[in-house]
């Protein structure tokens, strides 16, 4: 009958892809798909069994179910017809290939961007397990991402918030473990790891993530602004950004503390800190100076309102980049900040930098032991509050009567 409809309408509907999943299909399911920022959109048609995704996945089974506001009949054959949305096109027919025992048809490597949006569609329509089998076959792949050296080339970053330059980009059908966009890797090994249980990968995914991971894409924007990894599981994102506003805070206040301490000794004249001659108050002036100088010739000061849109990693290596200068008399002889003092601070400063950023840990099974229920849909959570307040009002209509 499509062939019949297509040679009428005179070649095939370019916007419109089907896959035929099961030859003997009951079920229709749609996505649209928005095509580059021309507004146009493209339609993928996949064919599959009713049943099976009934046994496969737990919410394709409320999608199928007759009460469902999914379901609904379209065509002359009274197969069922459902319409998803915002997923990959080719993740979902790989999850469809799975649910139908097609694995043979699946492409033998997947890169890393293609395994994280199969995660996501596993995720999304809980059915995880399916797909396992299919990861452990990439295990080999994503071995390297389970050691701290790997980890390691996620911190070269300059200045300027650029990812170093690399000559491996992400190849379309490899891993892709080597590409230039650090932070997009590192989310997506973080994801991967999380939904499909790679427990090496996920505490080092997760600490490198957590410091290189850009809060604000510029200063001047307002804290509401701020969005942390939202695809993961609720318990996961609330860990996730307690820990970094709690590392946050600890690194302006290493700054904000020496600042504070100095100020004040110089206001009310507290003894002086200089470690060569007690009676030596200049070294803290000279100190004091020359740590705010360097702090605005790196671009943050005053700390917070000039750092909120650094990563933690940058702002922790701007910090620990600081090198207080001395102040020479006329016979160009070094008078002050002694050396024994500028190391005392610089020691002091470092040691509450590293306090700051130092990393807790994190283990995978912790999180999955204490997830609760699954999330819903939030169709299906809207649909079940309008039903929960339709039946709390039909009681007090009775209780009325």
């Not at 199928?64 to 993740?91: F, Q, T």
């Not at 797909?131 to 080999?140: D, R, Y």
């Not at 509401?224 to 609720?234: C, F, H, Q, R, S």
């Not at 004249?269 to 702090?295: E, Q, W």
Request: aromatic share 10%; with cysteine; hydrophobic share 35%.
């Amino acid at each position: 009958m499509r062939k019949a409809l297509t040679e009428l309408l005179g070649g095939e509907n370019e916007s419109v892809k089907y896959y035929d999943i099961d030859k003997n299909h009951t079920c229709q399911v749609s996505l649209s798909e928005s095509i580059g920022g021309s507004g146009e959109t493209k339609t993928h048609i996949y064919r599959v069994s009713e049943s099976t995704l009934r046994l496969a996945s737990s919410v394709l089974a409320r999608m199928v179910d007759p009460a469902s506001p999914w379901r609904k009949d379209s065509d002359e054959n009274g197969n069922l017809a459902i319409m998803l949305h915002d997923d990959d096109p080719e993740a979902l027919e790989i999850l469809f290939k799975l649910m139908h025992f097609q694995k043979e048809s699946i492409p033998k490597r997947l890169g890393l961007k293609k395994i994280f949006q199969l995660a996501l569609v596993c995720d999304k329509y809980d059915c995880v397990d399916l797909a396992k089998p299919l990861i452990s076959e990439f295990a080999a792949d994503l071995k390297e991402a389970g050691t701290q050296e790997f980890w390691k080339g996620f911190y070269q970053y300059s200045f300027n918030l650029q990812p170093e330059n690399e000559e491996h980009a992400e190849e379309e059908n490899g891993i892709g473990l080597h590409g230039s966009d650090k932070p997009n890797i590192a989310k997506m090994l973080l994801y991967v790891s999380f939904v499909f249980n790679l427990d090496k990968v996920f505490p080092l995914a997760y600490q490198t993530y957590l410091m290189i991971w850009q809060p604000k894409a510029k200063p001047e924007e307002d804290d509401e602004a701020v969005e942390g990894p939202t695809y993961l599981p609720d318990k996961l994102y609330v860990h996730f950004m307690a820990e970094w506003e709690e590392k946050r805070a600890g690194l302006v206040k290493s700054v904000n503390d020496v600042i504070k301490n100095y100020t004040f000794g110089l206001i009310y004249s507290n003894p002086g800190r200089c470690k060569k001659n007690n009676d030596c108050t200049i070294c803290d002036i000279a100190l004091y100076g020359s740590f705010i100088r360097r702090l605005h010739y790196k671009g943050i000061f005053p700390i917070k309102e000039k750092s909120d849109a650094l990563s933690l990693y940058e702002l922790s290596e701007r910090i620990k980049a600081v090198q207080i200068g001395h102040y020479w008399d006329e016979n160009h002889y070094v008078n002050v900040p002694h050396n024994q003092c500028m190391r005392a601070f610089m020691k002091g400063l470092m040691a509450n930098v590293e306090t700051a950023i130092r990393g807790k840990k994190v283990e995978l099974k912790g999180f999955k032991a204490s997830l609760g229920t699954k999330r819903k849909l939030c169709v299906l959570k809207e649909d079940e509050e309008k039903e929960e307040a339709d039946a709390k009002k039909a009681n007090k209509g009775d209780a009325a009567t």
